[in-house]
């Protein structure tokens, strides 16, 4: 996403953080980790082949404002209508006054 997307209106909800995982299901050690899966409360997991410093001084019960930024573009197989992957959100922790931000899933909108 760039330019226009950038100034539109974005959709957020208030959630709780639960935990993250690295993208196997083991314990995230430090930011060296295979990446990160974190989940809220109201379901959405967020994916990344890093971890962020923020995801790793979060605990169970953080009030977050997850908002959803949009879907990446520019891949010819992908239709947003049927394949949800690929959405970019933003989370700011609230307790830590820190943002950070991730797609839903490991692979985009028409990829593998």
């Known amino acids: ?9 974005v959709r957020c909800v208030d959630t709780t953080f ?3 995982t ?4 083991s314990a995230v050690q430090g930011p060296d980790a295979n990446g990160m899966d974190v989940v ?5 997991s967020l994916v990344a082949y890093t971890v962020s410093t923020v995801v790793l001084r979060e605990r169970a019960g953080d009030r977050v404002q997850l908002c959803f930024l949009g879907h990446i ?7 947003p209508a049927t394949d949800d992957r690929g ?3 933003r989370v700011y922790d609230y307790r830590l006054h820190a943002a950070w ?12």
């Not at 809220?40 to 959405?44: G, M, Y």
């Not at 573009?73 to 239709?79: D, F, L, M, Q, R």
């Not at 931000?101 to 593998?112: L, P, V, Y």
């Open 1 to 9: 996403m760039q330019g226009p997307a950038f100034v539109l209106p």
């Open 18 to 20: 639960v935990k993250a």
């Open 22 to 25: 690295d993208r196997f299901g």
């Open 40 to 44: 809220f409360a109201n379901h959405v």
């Open 73 to 79: 573009e520019g891949v010819h197989t992908c239709n």
């Open 87 to 89: 959405r970019l959100y």
């Open 101 to 112: 931000s991730a797609t839903n899933s490991q692979h985009m909108c028409g990829g593998a």
